[in-house]
C-alpha cells in the first residue's frame, strides 16, 4: 500500500518536475528569442545611425559625384545540375548548350520524379576585377517554353521554383552570399563580399505543385553589374562646403580710395571682389549668390578674371552689408550673376572673415539618383534596405532615395534639420529622414 503510495508520489512529482522544466525551456526560449530580437533591432538602430553620421559629411572620396561610373559584364553558364537538396547527390547534369542564356528552344528538365527538388547553374566566366563592388545580378527565366513573368506555361514556376541564395565565389574557397529577390524580369542582388569574386552559383529549388513534376527552363542574359573603388564612395557623404562673407560697403571719409573734404551721396556705387586675391583659385561661378538681408542683389561675374560685380546706392555716411554666397565643388549649368553692371568705385570695402557652411549638395543629390542602388548599397557596406527622403519645410518631398518603404515591417527612423541647394543653386530649408529596415 505504501509502496504504491510512494509510486503514485513519486509519478506525480515527475510530471510537475516534467512541467516545470518545460515551463523554464520555455520561458528561456522566449526569453533568448527575445533577447536576440533586441540584438538584431540595436544593429538595425546603430546601422542607421551610422548611415545616417555618414549622410551628413562630404563622403570618401570627397569629389565622388563626379566619378560614379559602372559596367555590367554578361556571361554564360559553365554547367548546371539537378540535385536533391537534402543530400546534395547530383541527379543530372546539363550542359552549356542547354543552358546557353539563347532563346532557342533547349532547357534543363528538373524530373521531380527522379527525386529532385534543386537546380543550380555556375558562371565562372565574370572576368571581373579582383577589387570589384557588386551591384545587380539580372536574368530572365524562361519556365516550360514560357517567359516565367507572363506565368502561362504549364504551371506557375513561382509556385514551383522558388530562389534560395545566389553565390559569388572564389575557387579558392571565399563566398560571399547574395540574396535574390524576383521582380518582373530581374533577380536583384547584394554581394556581402565580393572582394574575390569570379564566379557565381545560382540555386533554385524545385517545390512541384501536381503531375507530370518536371520543370523545364533556361536562363537568359544573365549579367552582373559592378564597379571598382573610388569609382562609387566607400562613405555615402551628401554634404559640401559652401562659403558665405559678409560685406560692408561703408560711405564715410576713411573708406574714400580718393582723398575728398565731406561724403556725399553716391547713387552707382561699384562693388568688385576678386576671388584670387581671396585665396579661392577655382570656384563654381555660376553659384555665386549676393544678398542684402534676406534680398537677392543684381550681379556680374567674370569667371577669366575670377570677379564679381555688384552697385549700390549710398547716402553720404550710410553704411550697407552684403552677404555673398559661394562653391568651389558644384556644377550649375545657369548663373544667378548674369546682369549687366556698371558703375564706379569709389569706396574700399571692409571684408568680414569667410566661414564655411554645410549644406545638402545637389550635385550629390542629382548623382546619388543617377546610381544604382544596389550598387550604392554594397559599396557603403549597408547590411539593411534603407530609403532616405528629403523634405521642404512644408514638410513636401523634394528628394527620395532607395527602397519603397515597407508597410508591415520593424522599421527604423531618423530625421535632422538641413540646409539644401536646390536645382537653382538656391539655400533652402529642410529636414533630411532616413528609413531603415
Keep these: 500500500m505504501l509502496r504504491g503510495i510512494s509510486q503514485v508520489d513519486f509519478a506525480i512529482a515527475s510530471a510537475m518536475f516534467i512541467l516545470l522544466f518545460a515551463f523554464l525551456v520555455g520561458f528561456a526560449t522566449d526569453y533568448f528569442t527575445s533577447m536576440k530580437n533586441d540584438v538584431i533591432a540595436l544593429e538595425k538602430k546603430t546601422s542607421a545611425l551610422t548611415f545616417f553620421r555618414d549622410l551628413l559629411s562630404e563622403g570618401e572620396p570627397q569629389n565622388w ?29 546539363f550542359t552549356n548548350g542547354e543552358i546557353n542564356q539563347s532563346n532557342d528552344g533547349k532547357y534543363a528538365c528538373v524530373v521531380n520524379d527522379e527525386g529532385a527538388d534543386a537546380f543550380e547553374a555556375k558562371f565562372p566566366n565574370l572576368s571581373l576585377p579582383g577589387n570589384a563592388i557588386i551591384g545587380e545580378v539580372k536574368f530572365k527565366v524562361i519556365y516550360n517554353a514560357t517567359s516565367f513573368e507572363t506565368s502561362s506555361g504549364s504551371g506557375d514556376w513561382k509556385d514551383d521554383f522558388y530562389v534560395f541564395s545566389t553565390y559569388l565565389e572564389d575557387w579558392g574557397g571565399e563566398a560571399g552570399v547574395e540574396w535574390i529577390e524576383w521582380n518582373s524580369s530581374n533577380a536583384k542582388s547584394i554581394v556581402k563580399n565580393s572582394t574575390l569574386a569570379n564566379a557565381m552559383r545560382t540555386t533554385l529549388y524545385y517545390k512541384p505543385t501536381g503531375a507530370p513534376g518536371t520543370a523545364c527552363f533556361d536562363l537568359i542574359n544573365v549579367s552582373v553589374e559592378w564597379s571598382v573603388y573610388p569609382f562609387y564612395p566607400r562613405k555615402l557623404g551628401l554634404m559640401t562646403k559652401i562659403y558665405e562673407f559678409t560685406l560692408e560697403v561703408n560711405n564715410s571719409l576713411p573708406y574714400y580710395k580718393t582723398p575728398a573734404a565731406s561724403a556725399v551721396d553716391l547713387t552707382n556705387e561699384l562693388v568688385e571682389i576678386n576671388f584670387s586675391q581671396l585665396g579661392f583659385s577655382d570656384i563654381d561661378f555660376n553659384s555665386i549668390r549676393v544678398y542684402e538681408g534676406s534680398n537677392p542683389v543684381a550681379c556680374a561675374v567674370n569667371s577669366a578674371a575670377k570677379t564679381l560685380n555688384f552697385t549700390v546706392s549710398l547716402a553720404a555716411n550710410q553704411s550697407r552689408y552684403f552677404t555673398i554666397l559661394f562653391d568651389d565643388d558644384s556644377n550649375f549649368t545657369a548663373p544667378f550673376c548674369d546682369d549687366a553692371i556698371s558703375g564706379v568705385d569709389n569706396l574700399s570695402e571692409i571684408y568680414y572673415p569667410i566661414e564655411g557652411k554645410k549644406v545638402l549638395q545637389y550635385r550629390k543629390l ?6 544604382s542602388y544596389e550598387l550604392m548599397k554594397s559599396s557603403v557596406r549597408m547590411s539593411y534596405e534603407f530609403n532616405l527622403t528629403l523634405f521642404d519645410e512644408n514638410e513636401s518631398v523634394v528628394f527620395s532615395y532607395g527602397k519603397k518603404i515597407p508597410r508591415i515591417e520593424n522599421v527604423y527612423s531618423f530625421e535632422t534639420s538641413v540646409m539644401y541647394q536646390n536645382s537653382t543653386g538656391d539655400l533652402r530649408s529642410g529636414k533630411l529622414r532616413i528609413y531603415v529596415w
Design 65 to 93: 559625384a563626379s566619378l560614379l561610373r559602372e559596367y555590367r559584364n554578361e556571361t554564360g553558364a559553365y554547367w548546371g545540375r539537378s540535385f536533391k537538396r537534402a543530400t546534395n547527390e547530383t541527379l543530372a547534369l
Design 366 to 371: 542629382a548623382a546619388l539618383n543617377e546610381s
